[in-house]
């Protein structure tokens, strides 16, 4: 059961004008197996004011209502056995007072009892077993509920991490676990000051593991590290290379989406100016430095991309870990910004850093992998290295 975001333009539902598929293929697939069911349903309810659809999550809990219907005791067979914390969901008045306002008006004329515990126990399971869904660049794409690997525990420092490549979700470990050890993924993501809050506030644990067992502040990063780090010290290298001195800016006055882009660019850049030496600024300043790239990477303005890009890396390394996807495909990035900008030794040396992590995280044989192993190989061959 999942709910999906598409990025390439979707294929809209002819009926609700809601649910989105991929291709045609997958349309058919949902229509077999829920959106039949929810497609009359979804087109009652209220249109949001701003004109956005309802909610993910309560579309989520809808379909699972509507597929447990189906089941004896009315539960989806993969949600009965999962953590709920059901009384402190239960808790925050306002949204169960929202879902179930929502629910009432979503199953009236279905046929499907308004079991007002029932639903909430499945929102609950929901709130704190789905799992966010990414591509291979680890950008978000959707959410999901993948009851087996709901039931591995979270460490912020974890040792396995989940992939989505279109099929089944793989558990892979990142680093080596031995027999009879607990595996162990990341619920949230951990470059922030707040996470033993965040993870209180939507999965209800006050966290132990032990990253935040030597970090009590929640401050600091979750990864351990020296400064001879090899890892460490080869981010440092490209954060100082490429990350030290700031290209000249070229705010000239553009239109329609360049010039959208090229004004949330200044902004970003100017609350950049304005961030202070505290620790938590630290986790500020990565955020608005990923925003910076990717504003710079969609106007074309590479060298003002890799300044951004590259100054990310020590604390990615730092936070994320030396074995982590996230460190892994933000390598990746600053060596296809250097080879876009001909500085080639930064790219092969970049590049070799995130191959040595993704083709762990993502395996040989993962298609992001294969394009790493030809872009380092053509690199080398060019500079005779």
Not at 181 to 193: A, G
Not at 200 to 223: I, L, P, V, W
Not at 308 to 322: F, Q
Request: net charge neutral; glycine share 8%.
């Amino acid at each position: 059961m999942l709910i999906v975001h598409h990025r390439a333009p979707p294929k809209r539902c002819s009926g609700c004008k809601m649910v989105q598929y991929c291709n045609l293929e997958c349309q058919k697939l949902g229509w077999q197996t829920v959106h039949k069911l929810e497609c009359s349903l979804l087109r009652k309810l209220p249109k949001p004011p701003s004109g956005e659809l309802p909610h993910q999550s309560f579309r989520f809990v809808g379909r699972a209502v509507l597929m447990g219907n189906r089941q004896p005791g009315g539960e989806v067979p993969g949600l009965v056995d999962l953590e709920s914390h059901f009384d402190e969901y239960v808790a925050d008045a306002d949204t169960v007072g929202s879902l179930m306002f929502l629910m009432a008006r979503y199953l009236q004329g279905s046929g499907v009892a308004m079991n007002q515990r029932l639903i909430l126990q499945t929102a609950a399971k929901l709130a704190c077993n789905s799992m966010s869904i990414y591509d291979s660049e680890l950008r978000t794409v959707g959410s999901g509920l993948f009851p087996l690997l709901s039931k591995a525990n979270h460490s912020c420092a974890p040792n396995c991490v989940v992939l989505f490549d279109g099929g089944p979700a793989r558990l892979r470990t990142i680093v080596p676990v031995a027999g009879g050890s607990e595996v162990t993924i990341c619920y949230i993501d951990t470059l922030c000051s707040d996470r033993r809050q965040r993870l209180e506030k939507q999965f209800y644990f006050h966290c132990k593991c032990q990253a935040c067992e030597r970090d009590d502040s929640s401050t600091a990063g979750t990864a351990s590290l020296t400064p001879a780090d090899p890892v460490l010290a080869e981010c440092v290298w490209l954060s100082e290379r490429f990350g030290r001195d700031v290209p000249t800016p070229r705010h000239a006055p553009e239109r329609n989406e360049a010039g959208i882009m090229t004004q949330k660019l200044a902004q970003v850049e100017q609350d950049l100016a304005t961030l202070g030496n505290e620790a938590e600024s630290t986790f500020e300043r990565v955020r608005l430095h990923d925003q910076a790239t990717d504003c710079c990477v969609n106007l074309q303005r590479f060298a003002e991309a890799l300044f951004h890009c590259a100054s990310t890396l020590p604390e990615y390394c730092r936070h994320y870990g030396v074995h982590s996807p996230n460190l892994g495909i933000q390598l990746m990035r600053c060596g296809k910004l250097c080879n876009a900008l001909d500085q080639t030794e930064g790219a092969v040396r970049a590049l070799k850093l995130a191959f040595s992590i993704l083709q762990v995280t993502h395996g040989e044989e993962h298609p992001v992998v294969g394009e790493l192993r030809e872009s380092m190989v053509y690199l080398m061959s060019s500079c005779g290295s």
